[in-house]
Nanobody, 127 residues
Framework: QVQLVESGGGLVQAGDSLRLSCAHS????????MGWFRQAPGKEREFVAA????????YYAESVKGRFTISRDNRKNTAYLQMNTLRPEDTAVYYC????????????????????WGQGTQVTVSS
């Protein structure tokens, strides 16, 4: 089995930055594509960013392109989401997810296509 644990959330001002981390354990990390999703109160879970298992391709929601960067360190079994120029509308619980094996872009932006999920970490951006 795979366990994912997010950390790094917090309360920040608009324009500030945060880096979220997702620690992966249980099976070889490099075999999994990793994604970040978020869910704000009263809204559906939405795609934020994803990275392939090899790290050669990344994907971003239009709303975060140019501000957020997803990365992974397979040696540390950890995925990251660097969040810059945060906005109040970025406020949400952020979840990391892992998908095993081959994946296309449609797989990586769709929550139901992922195999494992973390517990979430709260990000609150004040104006």
């Amino acid at each position: 089995q795979v366990q994912l644990v997010e950390s790094g959330g917090g309360l920040v001002q608009a324009g500030d930055s945060l880096r979220l981390s997702c620690a992966h354990s249980g099976r070889p990390f490099s075999n999994y594509a990793m994604g970040w999703f978020r869910q704000a109160p009263g809204k559906e879970r939405e795609f934020v960013a994803a990275i392939t298992w090899s790290g050669d391709s990344t994907y971003y929601a239009e709303s975060v392109k140019g501000r957020f960067t997803i990365s992974r360190d397979n040696r540390k079994n950890t995925a990251y989401l660097q969040m810059n120029t945060l906005r109040p509308e970025d406020t949400a619980v952020y979840y990391c997810a892992a998908r095993f094996g081959m994946a296309q872009a449609v797989d990586l932006v769709t929550p139901s296509r992922y195999d494992y999920w973390g517990q979430g970490t709260q990000v609150t951006v004040s104006s």
